[in-house]
């Protein structure tokens, strides 16, 4: 018997992992993809109520965005997707390697199309499903040394409301979140010393989000979210 499924590309031990959990909460079969994904610890594993696959996956790869959507078809009907994937290097626009800044434009922008794309095809036989892409500040403001990351957000911003503005009218539920802030983690733990309680945002908290855009009736649907810590300047 199938199952309905949701996907997260783009898992890790952070907002990735946190979207699984949610979402194996939510009794979905969830297929947590990422680049080595089988080798991180916990992935893989019954959620509660749900069960994880772990799918390794470079979303950057048209063939193997292909293999992991085939393989959830096999599964059941996809009822959820985020695109949660990205890659920075920080450097000023001189010193900046093309070729990195290319390959942040390509795991950033060019796989969210893949995977949103990828989704859309799996979603609207059945007119429904949601497709949530991970934002970011840099989706709205271009800092300096920043130009890796603001390219590629920008440009994932337009192909989410792209997608919006087509797929809505069949049943489908696009929405980008721009997550404004430092996402808590064990790498930045220091930060809540510097900066107090609550100043980070909680995976979980974000992670519970995304699951409340997916409830959302199609009367009142949200296309784009921020979220950020109380103390975070906006």
Known sequence: MSEATAVVVGVGPGLGSALVDAFANEDYTVFAAARGATKIAGIGKPRDSGRVIAFDCDASVPEQVDAL?????????????????????????VGTD????ERCWRVG???????GQAAARAMIEHRRGTIVFTGATASLRGS?????????????????????????PKGIHVAHAIIDGQIHSERYSHLL?????????EPAAIADAYVRLH????????????????VEKF
Do not use: Y
Not at 69 to 93: S, W
Not at 98 to 101: G, R, S, T
Not at 193 to 201: A, F, I, N, T, V
């Open 98 to 101: 093309p070729a990195q800044f």
């Open 144 to 168: 300096a040394g920043f130009v890796n990351l603001a390219s590629p957000k920008f440009a994932l911003r337009a192909v989410a409301q792209s997608m919006a503005r087509e797929l809505g």
């Open 109 to 115: 922008c060019f796989a969210g199309f893949l995977v």
């Open 215 to 230: 409830r959302q009736p199609r009367n009142a649907w949200t296309h784009e979210l921020d979220l950020r810590p109380f």
């Open 69 to 93: 959507f085939r393989a959830i078809d096999r599964h059941g009907p996809l009822r959820l997707a985020v695109f949660n994937a990205g890659a920075f290097a920080r450097g000023d626009v």
């Open 193 to 201: 010393d510097e900066r107090g309680p609550e100043s980070l945002l």
